[in-house]
């Protein structure tokens, strides 16, 4: 089992780092509630979201689905499926799959809308995802799929390295440069056209120097051989001197938002 499938096997480790943007963010309007607003699902539609992981997305906006819509949740995991399903069970009208975005088992011009989020930077070929998307999505539909940017967590690479040069924490920034805020319209141009993005504000104002600890830690990057016992002990010391001297909290950027995506009509 590689780290990805490791992160993604059940929703514990995307609950820690779930969490610590719901209780630090400075926005407080939370991101599931305005990712929501920004979706255009007409009644009667067919949606897919590709990558539910556990159904936060849809289990906060419970009050908001309307009856009329046939959703479909899927994700690479089958742990993630199993905890989507237990999650929603008393919300009708859902199916649930496991499916691989660069294989999607459904016919062509099926769905009306599709939603992506924060996913797409984990896909190896982005090419083949983004077809198989564009083929099963209807004519004049839409995909919306949010990501981050290059920026995004930057002061949690730049914490390490001054409490050690040798470590650092670039998944964001390796993400970003898969599909993020800077580059994803340019990946999206030749499947979609009428590409918006959209920017959710804030940042994160974290008092508690254990949750940075956790967050770091839920990211399944060898940090967890390093951070432990002693070095753990004296890497919280060293972010609690840090919290100190900012006022008694450490300031995290984030670079977050939304494409929308409209299909070709034919």
């Known amino acids: 089992m590689n780290s990805l499938e490791e992160q993604y096997r059940n929703p514990t480790k995307l609950n820690t780092r779930i969490n610590i943007h719901e209780k630090y963010s400075e926005n407080k309007v939370d991101w599931h509630r305005w990712l929501f607003e920004q979706i255009n699902i007409p009644p009667n539609s067919r949606v897919l979201e590709i990558g539910c992981g556990d159904g936060t997305f849809w289990l906060k906006n419970r009050n908001r689905i309307d009856s009329s819509w046939s959703l479909t949740l899927s994700d690479y995991s089958e742990g993630m499926v199993q905890s989507v399903q237990q999650n929603l069970i008393e919300i009708p009208n859902i199916q649930y799959t496991q499916l691989n975005i660069e294989d999607i088992p459904f016919e062509d011009n099926r769905f009306d809308v599709i939603i992506a989020n924060h996913m797409l930077y984990h896909v190896p070929n982005r090419k083949n995802a983004l077809s198989e998307v564009r083929r099963i999505l209807k004519p004049g539909g839409t995909f919306y799929s949010s990501t981050i940017g290059q920026n995004h967590l930057k002061e949690f690479g730049e914490l390490l390295k001054r409490f050690d040069p040798n470590l650092d924490f670039p998944s964001a920034r390796e993400h970003a440069l898969n599909f993020g805020v800077e580059n994803g319209a340019e990946q999206l141009q030749g499947y979609f056209n ?73």
């Open 194 to 266: 009428e590409i918006v993005y959209k920017d959710f504000p804030g940042g994160l104002k974290i008092t508690d120097e254990k949750a940075i600890v956790d967050y770091l830690l839920s990211s399944n990057t060898e940090l967890n051989e390093i951070l432990v016992d002693d070095t753990l002990e004296e890497f919280l010391r060293f972010l609690a001197s840090e919290k100190e001297a900012n006022h008694g909290v450490i300031h995290i950027t984030k670079s977050t938002g939304l494409f929308e995506s409209r299909s070709f009509s034919l």
